[in-house]
Each structure stands twice: as C-alpha cells, then as structure tokens.
C-alpha cells in the first residue's frame, strides 16, 4: 500500500504535467511493488526454506530438490531469452494493431464522415485476428518456462516420492544415505509441492511487473523533467520594478504549435494590455514570462538584464483564467498570495473589486470547495484578483480580468486596476473593450 | 445481447474450446492422481518395509513409480497444451467479437455513436473487451476444477463413503464461502475505489489549471496537502479490496486444511488408503481455490459486460432510400432569416467562440442533430435526409483533426477506396502538405502515431484537408483548416485552395475565426452566441 502513498506528493510536484503519469501510473505501480516485488523475494527465500525444512526430515530428499534447481534454472534461462527474442520481434506489429480497435472507435467521426464503416469493420477483424495470432506465437514460447516450472515442481514430486519409498522398502540401488520412517518421508513429499510454488506464484506475476515497470519509467521521466523546470533560489525582491521585455520570444509546445516571435516592452509603473483573437497565444505569453510555458528562443529582460523566467516568479502576482481555490475558508483563499496583508487593506480590495457583498451575504468564514461549488464566474476570477493585488509584488501578470463580470462590476474591477497600476506594472491579456481603453500601451498579438 | 454474441464468436472456436476443456480436465486429474499415487506408494512402501522382507518381495514398486513419473509429465504437457489452447480459443473468439461491436457502434444513429467514441470512452470499451478476454480464457477453470474433484472423490472413496462425503462436503462450503464473501467484501470497495480515483483526477485536473498561481505564490505544499485525503481515501479503498481478496483466499486455505483433516479423520481402509484420501483431498481443494479467483474476476466482468451490453444493444440505423439529393442547394435559416447557398456556392460562417459554429457543421454532415438553426439541401431538411443521405454530399475536415493511427496513406484512403498515390500527392500539395510529407523518412507510408502524433497541429489540420480534398464530394466542409498556420501557409493554402474549387467546380462551407481564408467565401453569415 506505500506504492499509493507518493501519490500526493507526485502529484503536487507534477502540477501541470500528465494527469495520466501522476495518478494512473502510480497506481499502476502498485502491481510491481506490493505484488511483484515480495514475490520475488519470497520465490528467491522459499524454496531454500522449504529445502531446509525438508533437509530436517531427509537431508537426501533436499538435495534431490536443489538438484533439481540447476536444469531447471539453465531451462528457463533458454525460454526467457527465446520468449523475449520473440516478443521484441512482435512488439512493433502488436503495439501498433492492438490500439487498432480502441483508436478507431475514437476516430468515429471521421470514419461516418466518410463512410468508411465497413472497410475499418473488415480492418479491425483482420488486425484482431493477426493479433490474435501473433500473441499465440510469443505465448507459445512464454507457455514453455512455465510448463518448465510445472515439470519441475512435478519433477521433483515425483523423485522425492520414488526416493522416499525406495529408501522404506530398503530397495535404492545404492547405499541408503539415511534411514528414513515413515513420517519423515511423508514430511518430506508434503513440503516437496511447495518448493517451486514461490516460483509458480512469481511468473503469474509477470504481468505486474511488465505494467508496474512502464509506469515506473514515464513517472521517473516526468520527475526529471519537472526537477529540470524547478526555479533556482529566489532572486532579491526589489521595490519597484522599471522595464520589463522580451526580444523575439518563441514558445513551442511538444505538439509542434508554436507562438511567436514576440517583441515587447512594458515600462512600470503602467497598465497594460495584450489583445488578439482567442488561441493567438496571450495566455501563453503570460505563461511564458514565469516560465511555465516551453520558451524555445529569444530572451526576457529585466530594467535592461536578460533573466530566466523562473527569476521573475518571485515578483509576479498572478491571476489567471481560473483562480487556484483550495479547501478552507474564503479569507484564507484571498490571502494565499500573502499570509501577512494587513487586513485593512484586505478589506479595501474586496470593497474595491465588489467581492463586499459575497462576504456580506455569507461571511469570511464561507468555505470554499476545489471546484468552487456555489461561487459564480465573476466571483472566482475576483478572488484571484484580490489575491493577485494582496500579494504586494511589483509585476502584475492577469489574464481576462474583467470577463464573466457585468458591466457595472467590471468598471469597479477597472479602476482598481487603474489605482494599482499607479504603482506597479501590470500586465493584462483581455477582450474587453472598456479595459483596453485604459491601457497606457496596447500589444496586438495576430 | 453481448452473451449472445460472444457465444457467438466462442462456438466459432469449439474445436480449441474443447480441447482446452479436456486438457484442464485430464491436468486436473493427473495432479491429483499424482498425489494420490505418492501417498499411496509411500505408505504402501513403509509398511512393506516394516513387515521384512517377504512383504518388499511381494509389494510391485515398478507399476506405481512409473506411474508416479508419467503422471507428473502427463500434468506437465497438458497443462502447457491446455493453456495455448484455451487462449487460442478466447483470443479469436475475441477477435471475431471486437469487429462485431465496431459495426454496431458504427451502424447505429451517429448522435448515439458518438457518446461513445470520446478518447476515455474508446480506452473503457477497449480494456472492457479485454475483461471478457481473460473471463473466456477462465472458462476452462471451471471444468477443470470439477475433474480435479471428480478425481479427488472417487479416490478418497477407496477410503469409504465417509472421507468422500467429507471433501464433498468441504468443496461445497469452499464454493458458498467465496461466492457468499466475493460479492460482500469487494463490491463496495472497488466502488469506493472508482470513485476516489475519480475525485482525485478531477481535483488533480482543476489544480493543474492554476500552476501559474502554485508557481508564483509556492503553493505546492498546500495542494499536496488538499490532494491528501482524497490520496488516503484511494488508498483506504485499495487496501479494503486487498484486505476483501486475502479474507476471500485466506477462507478458501482454511476450509481446505479443514477438509484434509476430516478426511484423513475419517478415512479408513488401511494407513496406504488413508495416505491416498488425504493426499487426493489436497491437490483436489488446492485445483479447486482456483474458481474464488473467477468469483472475485466476475464482479469485474459484470460490469464490463453491462457496458458491452450498451454498445451490443445499439439500434440500426435507419436508411430510407428513397431520400437522396445530388447536392444541390443548401438553405440555411436562422431566427426566421434564411439563406440559400447555391450548387457550388462559398459559404462562410462567422461568430465569436461558443456561438455553435462546429454543431452547425455537424448538423449539417449528419453526424448530430442538436442545432438550433434550419438547415435543409434541396428543399429536404437534413434531419429527415440523415447521415447516410447526407454523407455523399459532403467531405468534412473537423476540427479536431480526427486522423486514425496509421500511415499517411492509411489516413487519406479513409476518404473513399481506390484513391491512387498521384492522387494523393496532389491533394497534399493542395493542402499546403507535400513538402512536409516528403521529408517524412518513409514519406506516405510515414507511420504517424495515436490521432497523428508525429505532426504539429497545424500539418495534422492540412492532412485532414487533403483528405476532404479527395473524398470528391459536391461540397467541402472546413471547420478552422488554417488554425496554428503561419501567414505566408496560410495565404499559400489561400490561393490553392482557391484554385482547385476554381477547377473542380465544390461548394464550400467554411468555419475560420483567421481573416486569412476569409475571401474564399462569396456569402458570409454569422451566428450570434445565445444570451445566457
């Protein structure tokens, strides 16, 4: 059950990467460690255990069952490599034609667009079947290590009953090396199944293994690379901040889309905007300058200095599209930027940007769930604001501040950003035509 | 529906279904023969033994130790060959099963279809098909474990009627017990489990959206600490199931112990008869625990096959032939305006995000049927006409592109059959794509991955566009093809694009919030979102 406790932990520290490695690959972890991974044990201790515990009864009887260990070992030595020699060469054909099903089912769509139905019907039957026959020809080879194990344990069954009776009917035809009674051997013959069981158990297991050890690669992957992105120490927090810019800034996603190059200048303290149709890149940008978003070339300047986005995390007060809401109440929500805003000025931002009369309706106290159940559009988008504000830093980076409010609520929202931008830099990517008219510069991203 | 048809395809493997049956039964059988025989030698040999050496003259060792070693390599070969072929069997029955399911999916009423088809969906259905798999290759269990009991019973029968009745009886609570247990202990459990997994995604995903926020403020501790119990409550869950399925076994271990001592309690017959009973009850109860693993499989099955069941009980689509239209005009009404796009005619429609531009699309090709506006082609409204009057009508590029994991090639036939690669490179220098696909190392037979994962979004766009382009259709249907494009692509794919509706004379319809594409169109009309 540890194999599910990291879980958390991952999850935190891979924040923004694959929901898929930080939950289901490390539930599929389980399998190797609380499966796999004692078995291996047990199958390495057992049967030395069982043979010492038989060698008390009939020392002869444990040695017959090791003797059996070394063609057994050379056998399944041969099936292993034979057995991967042919799954290595099936993997590319398999991997490719037993996603086929699931994938077409996916591409649906596409498929009654064009009426393709019955040819990917007959595609499907044929790669199903050419799977089907393929995995017969890896299990073929994968089914004789484990009829090796089967023959074995029978094997070594076998040897110690004929050897036990033998030695009573005083008929070896050698020297008896012991004298044994009948409870002896009888001991001796019911521990002889045992002695391959751990084995047994351990290739049943094989599939864990398989599973548990992908998973274990894609998440060691994506801890490497969100060690890489972790932000160095903090650089100093200056008072004010002059000039911020960046000069041919690309961002490239893994997917291949990319936005830029984009050239820009914001000189503080101001407002400013960034505008442009929607999925032209402005959240990507805002990204970008604190260093979440893949920056593939260009530069960030600081009053002058090129600096790593990371250096700027420390300055920015962030809202985005969807505010963070964390379990607690709405006052520990709106402080998450600040633990130390004094709450006059706390009360004067909420006042300001009309969250007033959420808290008067339901006190400071209301709790607030992950999914902000209870809590409007306009309202979640305030409290990042306020959060945003409260934070106190210098560089203002918010996205879409004034959407999902009403007219009335987003002039509020307006001057306050007007009364902040006063002494600090803000940043603002927006649609809003009432905002831009405010701005002290406008960037058209196209 | 789905037991029907899975019968279906299993009786198309009989041949293996039956040998693998027998197999399991004759491996069942050797292994208890195996045990029995030893015991029975052992003891026989013992007192034998004990009695001098007239006795050892007259006891045949041969007989029984040669039955010893080949009862170990008859177990062996049968339990190696019974595994190829109960998964013989299950795997093609599987195969025949998963084209049959496609065909019901594919040939129902397209907005029925297309609930299922999402990515998360398509991998459920997918690891759903896997389930019944590993529950076709169980099948052999079951008469296995009764050949092994049969085996068991008749030799502890040699020790009297009353060892027999006691492993009966013992194999009897064996069965209530796990199949009273399997149901009690992990239904709820594995719910439990589901739903924490669940909780604990969605929260992950909402989470995942603010990293700008848990970037800026070092937040991380704090989320981990909000994911906390939602991670505690999956693992209470697991553990419950790990904890249901050890009780489950555990109960299945005792009550075999259980069994061996009453029936060496009540065997009678002679020490060596004695010996044979007990041995024959253990490797009998031991074949026998085999089926609790079914029982705690089934619940798994169960609700896979309920899922299956959804997609197997999928009505046919209704076709009525004599709808048809040779693609003539399409009209368009709006709040009581209308608008009549001629036969090859260049519609764009506008209107900000959210205003129901890709369902106006859809509705318009078949694939759904939920916009709001009136659409009609030759006068005959196209939710009478359906998707398969619709569909010779129009080539549609989505767009989310829609490409099947396959070649290039793979990708352009899917528009119709017989397309020829000139055919195909001319299409992909239309769509702005030759070059690109040119320096692919194998070109068209370029293997591209899950929805196209080798190309950027912007190439995966112009490859759904150059098979729109050789479907050879009366109308083209683009939602957003110059997304993610550069201007200079763009304005190339502009004049192209231009050119061959020029030439082969196609209607279109085209979704683009870029100016870029804007001039194709000869008539513009925007939607307006609904007021909330």
Redesign the interface.
């Known amino acids: 059950?540890t194999a599910?406790?990291p879980?958390?932990?991952m999850?935190?520290?891979l924040?923004?990467?694959d929901?898929r490695v930080?939950?289901d690959d490390v539930?599929a972890h389980?399998g190797l460690i609380?499966r796999f991974q004692p078995l291996r044990m047990a199958a390495m201790l057992s049967p030395l255990i069982i043979a010492a515990a038989v060698a008390l009864a009939s020392w002869f009887s444990a040695l017959i069952l090791l003797a059996t260990l070394i063609p057994f070992g050379a056998g399944m030595a041969l099936a292993g490599l034979a057995g991967k020699a042919e799954a290595d060469r099936q993997f590319l054909a398999l991997s490719?034609l037993s996603?086929?099903?699931?994938?077409?089912?996916?591409?649906?769509?596409?498929?009654?667009?064009?009426?393709?139905?019955d040819?990917?019907?007959?595609q499907?039957?044929g790669a199903?079947?050419d799977?089907?026959a393929r995995?017969?020809q890896i299990?073929?080879i994968a089914?004789?290590s484990?009829?090796m194990m089967?023959?074995f344990a029978?094997?070594s069954?076998?040897l110690v009953?004929?050897y036990?009776?033998?030695s009573?009917?005083?008929?070896l035809p050698f020297p008896a090396p012991e004298d044994l009674?009948?409870g002896e051997?009888?001991f001796a013959?019911?521990l002889a199944?045992e002695f391959y069981l751990g084995m047994r158990r351990l290739a049943a297991a094989y599939h864990d293994k398989q599973q548990g050890q992908a998973a274990e690669r894609s998440v060691a992957a994506a801890l490497e690379q969100a060690h890489r992105t972790t932000?160095p120490a903090t650089a100093p927090l200056p008072d004010r901040i002059g000039e911020l810019s960046t000069q041919g800034l690309m961002i490239r996603y893994d997917?291949?889309?990319?936005i830029g190059p984009i050239t820009a200048s914001w000189r503080g303290p101001g407002l400013h905007v960034v505008t442009g149709?929607?999925?032209v890149g402005k959240s990507s940008l805002?990204?970008a300058l604190?260093?979440?978003a893949p920056v593939s070339g260009g530069q960030i300047i600081h009053d002058g200095t090129p600096v790593a986005a990371e250096e700027l995390?420390?300055l920015?007060?962030?809202?985005?599209?969807?505010?963070?809401?964390?379990?607690g109440t709405l006052a520990d929500n709106l402080q998450?930027?600040n633990k130390s805003l004094a709450p006059q000025e706390l009360a004067r931002l909420t006042e300001a940007s009309g969250l007033s009369a959420l808290i008067a309706a339901r006190g400071e106290d209301l709790t607030i769930d992950?999914?902000g159940s209870g809590l409007s559009g306009g309202e979640r988008r305030r409290i990042?604001l306020v959060?945003a504000i409260g934070?106190e830093?210098p560089v203002l980076?918010l996205?879409e501040p004034t959407a999902d409010l009403d007219p009335e609520t987003a002039a509020k929202v307006i001057a306050l950003l007007q009364d902040t931008a006063r002494s600090r830099l803000v940043i603002a990517a927006t649609h809003d035509p009432a905002l831009i008219a405010c701005a002290t510069s406008r960037m058209v991203m196209a | 529906m789905i037991e029907r048809l899975l019968r279906d395809a299993t009786r198309r493997q009989r041949r293996s279904t039956v040998i693998a049956i027998s197999l399991a039964m004759v491996a069942a059988v050797a292994g208890v023969a195996l045990l029995a025989l030893s015991g029975w030698f052992l003891t026989g040999a013992a007192i034998a033994g004990a009695s001098g050496i007239a006795s050892v003259r007259a006891f045949n060792y041969l007989l029984p130790s040669a039955g010893i070693r080949g009862l170990a390599i008859a177990r062996t070969l049968s339990r190696y060959s019974e595994r190829l072929y109960s998964h013989r069997a299950a795997l093609f029955a599987l195969a025949d099963l998963r084209p049959t399911l496609f065909a019901k999916l594919a040939g129902t009423d397209p907005s029925r279809a297309l609930a299922q088809s999402s990515g998360d969906m398509a991998a459920r259905l997918g690891s759903d098909v896997d389930a019944l798999e590993d529950s076709v290759v169980r099948k052999v269990t079951v008469p296995g474990a009764l050949a092994g009991a049969g085996a068991g019973l008749i030799a502890s029968s040699l020790a009297g009627l009353p060892a027999a009745l006691a492993l009966l009886a013992g194999l009897a609570a064996m069965r209530l017990s796990s199949r009273v247990l399997a149901p009690r202990l992990l239904t709820k459990p594995r719910q439990d489990h589901a739903a924490a997994l669940n909780r604990l995604k969605a929260d992950y995903t909402s989470y995942a959206a603010c990293s700008g926020e848990i970037a800026v403020y070092n937040l991380g501790t704090q989320v981990i600490a909000a994911l906390e119990p939602h991670a505690r409550a999956l693992d209470a869950a697991r553990s419950a199931v790990v904890r249901g399925e050890a009780v489950i076994q555990g109960a299945q271990l005792v009550l075999a112990g259980l069994t061996v001592a009453s029936v060496l309690a009540l065997a009678d017959g002679g020490a060596a008869l004695v010996a044979l009973a007990a041995l024959a009850a253990a490797a009998a109860a031991e074949n026998w625990s085999v089926l609790a693993r079914t029982d705690m499989e089934r619940l798994r099955v169960q609700d896979a096959i309920i899922r299956l069941e959804s997609i197997a009980t999928l009505p046919a689509r209704e076709i009525d032939a004599a709808l048809s239209t040779n693609g003539g005009s399409i009209a368009l009404t709006i709040e009581g305006q209308s608008y009549v796009v001629p036969p090859g005619g260049r519609l764009l429609i506008g209107g900000p995000s959210g205003s129901g531009k890709s369902r106006l699309l859809g509705t318009l090709i078949g694939l759904r049927s939920d916009a709001p506006e009136g659409l009609a082609v030759d006068g005959q409204g196209v939710r009478t006409l359906g998707l398969a009057g619709l569909r010779p009508l129009f080539a549609y590029a989505a767009q989310d592109a829609g490409l099947i994991a396959g070649t290039v090639a793979d990708n352009l036939r899917l528009a119709r059959q017989g397309i020829s690669e000139p055919e195909m490179w001319a299409a992909l220098e239309t769509a702005c794509l030759a070059e690109t696909v040119r320096n692919l190392p194998e070109g068209l037979t370029q293997w591209l991955g899950d929805n196209g994962a080798r190309l950027s979004g912007g190439q995966r766009k112009r490859l759904v566009l150059a098979r729109a382009l050789l479907a050879g259709k009366p109308w083209l249907v683009l939602d957003e093809p110059s997304e993610g494009l550069d201007p200079e692509t763009e304005h190339a794919l502009y004049q192209r694009l231009s050119a061959w509706l020029d030439r082969t004379e196609t209607g279109l319809v085209l979704v683009s919030h870029r100016s870029g594409l804007h001039a194709l169109a000869r008539q513009v009309v925007t939607l307006v979102p609904v007021s909330a």
Do not use: Y
Request: glycine share 14%; proline share 6%.
């Open positions: 059950m599910l406790l879980s958390g932990q999850g935190g520290r924040i923004g990467e929901l930080a939950i539930e389980e609380a490719r996603g086929l099903f699931v994938d077409r089912v996916a591409a649906l769509p596409a498929i009654l667009a064009f009426g393709a139905e040819r990917v019907t007959r499907i039957g199903a079947r799977v089907a995995t017969m299990l073929k089914f004789v484990s009829a089967e023959f029978a094997l069954v076998a009953a004929v036990c009776g033998f009573l009917l005083g008929l009674s009948l051997a009888f013959l019911a199944p932000p997917d291949g889309n990319s149709p929607t999925g805002l990204h604190i260093g979440l995390l420390a920015t007060g962030w809202a985005g599209q969807r505010p963070l809401l964390l379990p998450l930027g992950p999914r990042g959060r934070s830093r980076l996205d």
